[in-house]
């Protein structure tokens, strides 16, 4: 624990203007980010007395071991540059609001040729209109459903799409008249894009215009006796009046707004929103934190601002956001929101009316959200902290092992030998630190030297950080770049756990101790009866099979095996898909696909003459002689198998080759978290 008057900057060194200051821990990670009207006054408070701050405040500013601070011209900077920071480096003691569901949108893709109207979750993306959120996906398909009679809009996957145009036959909502069947020219491009322009504006709350319309196309058909299509467009109507009624009109004159309500404890806060446009519920989404400052309500709503509109623009910020309370101060937020916004909008208070109740309806609904994620919370805390408390006493540890890594080796038959290391904090996955190795010390078979190079890798580089810091000689240690983001390898676990038994323990253990290192616990554990193994123990640990530490270790262990076998398949299919012409200076894709398109296949290519090659556009004498050679030295690839039936299919089959023009074989997708060292 750190005193903080030992890093209190001194008199005169903090400037009286605005800005954003961060807090660091003796790692150097940045553990508080915040913003100030005054930075002098700001400061001042965290360094007065301890027994006078709030126990979250104090548990920070003794937990930080610096504070710096950047300057900025006005107070709408600050809160831009606070929230960047914020999503950066991701402070342990900031309010950091988390979802209490993945909630689905209703998404039109205006960013493609032909738009397509789906149900879409996780992060926005460019050019897509979002409506919702939603509380349930089905209740945006009943809404499709219902509007593609009026609007039909196409639905369907890439896949089906490029299907139905090359068979040229459009799927079943195109003959039921849901579709409007781009794919096979009975609308155009620019028609069915005005098609999904005018399902936008409906969603959007521009409702009465298509009513109107309809209802006087349907009094024009009856009056010329055309009965079948003004009953068709009778119908129209009634589904658009049936998909109005699933949001009833909650404010009047067709008021756009966001209402957001906060219910708050000592330790936890909910907030729900619900975003009003119309005049009509459009969607409803809920966000938990923990309290780890003390904050006041109005703080809480500005961070509510910020995690809502920090990545919105143009109409996606209302004109209108009601609110509990208002920041302290108010101006620079409403600011920001305008200039997100790009017009004005009103940041306020409900005093009366529609709007008053409305606001009174969002705060029930904040208040059964924070009584039930208490309810799952107090569970999951007790059992992750049960969890670890178990670890510790079963293998005779100090403490509980707040920070556990895991380490496991794959390969198939000895080739492509890899291994990971998953992390788990606090009982719960940390991906973003995640590592992947590639066996680099020797070729074969042998989980054990295997499980002891990495080892050694792993905490060689931790031992190289911490000398290069020179915490050797003046005591410092920073676990994190300058910018404050993790360096790798720089942060080291309470307890080491290997994929194996006695002899994976071992090799791990004597990696450390050919180190140095001996404040780090190690400990194995065997798949076949679930056993946990000890450096130097003769007998394993047996816990029971109802501990909830045992379920916890299986956890991390399973992680780990699934980690390392999704990178080993994943460089397996790549060694598969590898080609001699990989290997030729300066033959990029395109020329590697104008030889084999050329020539038809790799072995095809392999027989051609020097001339022959000279012929295909864009290589010359040079690169053709390369080529030769190239493909001469190559040994020839194994020939590619039908999974299905087990045939030896000919190289020049269609289908069978990849990028490279080698036979290809199955692989997992490309594991996307982790980094490869």
């Known amino acids: 624990m750190a005193d903080p008057s030992s890093y209190r900057p001194k008199p005169g060194e903090i400037p009286d203007s605005p800005g954003v200051y961060r807090f660091r821990d003796e790692h150097r990670r940045v553990i508080y980010v915040g913003k100030a009207k005054s930075l002098r006054q700001r400061l001042a408070n965290y360094f007065q007395d301890l027994a006078g701050l709030h126990p979250r405040t104090r548990t920070m500013v003794t937990t ?21 920071w914020i999503k950066e480096y991701d402070p342990r003691f900031n309010v950091k609001y988390r979802d209490d569901k993945s909630y689905p949108y209703l998404a039109v893709t205006m960013n493609e040729d032909f738009p397509r109207v789906q149900v879409m979750r996780g992060h926005k993306r460019k050019g897509v209109r979002y409506f919702g959120p939603y509380g349930h996906a089905w209740a945006i398909r009943d809404t499709v459903d219902l509007l593609l009679r009026v609007f039909p809009v196409r639905t369907c996957s890439a896949g089906v799409f490029k299907n139905a145009t090359r068979t040229g036959r459009p799927c079943l909502l195109g003959y039921i008249g849901k579709c409007s069947a781009p794919c096979v020219d009975r609308v155009s491009a620019d028609e069915h894009r005005d098609l999904a322009e005018e399902f936008c504006d409906f969603m959007a709350g521009r409702t009465g215009t298509y009513i109107r319309r309809l209802e006087k196309q349907m009094a024009d058909a009856a009056e010329d006796m055309e009965y ?5 467009l009778r119908d129209d109507i009634g589904a658009l009046k049936k998909a109005m009624e699933k949001s009833a009109v909650v404010l009047a004159d067709a008021t756009d707004a966001d209402l957001i309500a906060v219910a708050e404890d000592e330790l936890e806060a909910a907030v729900q929103i619900f975003h009003v446009r119309g005049g009509r519920v459009r969607g409803q989404r809920g966000w938990v934190t923990d309290k780890v400052e003390e904050i006041t309500t109005g703080a809480l709503v500005e961070h509510a601002l910020q995690q809502l509109y920090g ?8 004109k209108e956001v009601l609110v509990p309370a208002l920041p302290d101060p108010v101006e620079p937020v409403q600011e920001w929101l305008t200039e997100r916004r790009g017009s004005g909008v009103s940041l306020r208070i409900p005093q009366r009316g529609d709007k008053k109740a409305l606001m009174e309806t969002v705060q029930r609904n904040a208040l059964q959200t924070l009584a039930l994620h208490k309810t799952k919370r107090a569970s999951d805390l007790t059992t992750r902290s049960r969890a670890l408390e178990e670890i510790a006493e079963a293998l005779d540890l100090d403490s509980a092992p707040l920070r556990i890594e895991c380490y496991d080796i794959s390969h198939l038959q000895g080739d492509d030998v890899v291994a990971s290391m998953v992390v788990f904090e606090d009982g719960l996955q940390r991906k973003s630190e995640y590592r992947r190795f590639q066996i680099k010390g020797f070729a074969g078979q042998d989980d054990v030297r295997s499980m002891h190079e990495v080892i050694s890798r792993r905490f060689r580089r931790y031992l190289a950080e911490k000398e290069k810091t020179g915490e050797w000689t003046d005591g410092e240690d920073t676990f994190t770049e300058e910018d404050g983001r993790p360096k790798k390898f720089a942060y080291p676990p309470q307890l080491v756990v290997v994929d194996g038994g006695q002899p994976q323990v071992a090799a791990a253990k004597r990696a450390l101790d050919e180190l140095g290192i001996d404040d780090i616990a190690v400990c194995g554990l065997a798949k076949r009866l679930e056993e946990v193994w000890l450096p130097d123990d003769d007998d394993p640990v047996v816990l029971p099979r109802t501990s909830e530490g ?22 397996r299919a790549q060694r598969f898909r ?20 050329h020539f038809g296949s790799l072995k095809k290519l392999r027989s051609a003459t020097i001339d022959q090659i000279c012929e ?12 030769a050679v190239a493909l001469a030295q190559a040994a020839p690839a194994a020939p590619a198998v039908n999974t299905a039936t ?4 000919d190289e020049e089959e269609p289908g069978t080759t990849g990028s490279g023009g080698e036979p290809v074989t199955a692989g997992a997708p490309d594991e996307r978290r982790g980094q490869e060292t």
């Open 64 to 84: 930080a071991a610096s504070v710096e601070w950047t300057v900025v011209s006005t107070e709408v900077e600050a809160l831009q540059l606070e929230y960047s």
């Open 228 to 232: 079948e299509r003004a009953a068709r």
């Open 311 to 318: 990545e919105e623009k143009g109409d996606s910020v209302p």
């Open 550 to 571: 045992l379920y916890l270790l299986q956890r991390v262990r399973d992680e780990a095996h699934r980690f390392a076998i999704t990178y080993q398949r994943t460089k």
């Open 578 to 597: 590898s080609s001699p012409l990989d290997d030729v200076p300066g033959l990029g894709d395109t020329r590697k696909q104008a030889l084999l398109k």
């Open 616 to 627: 295909v556009p864009g290589i010359g004498r040079k690169t053709a002689e390369t080529i």
């Open 646 to 649: 087990g045939e030896i299919m």
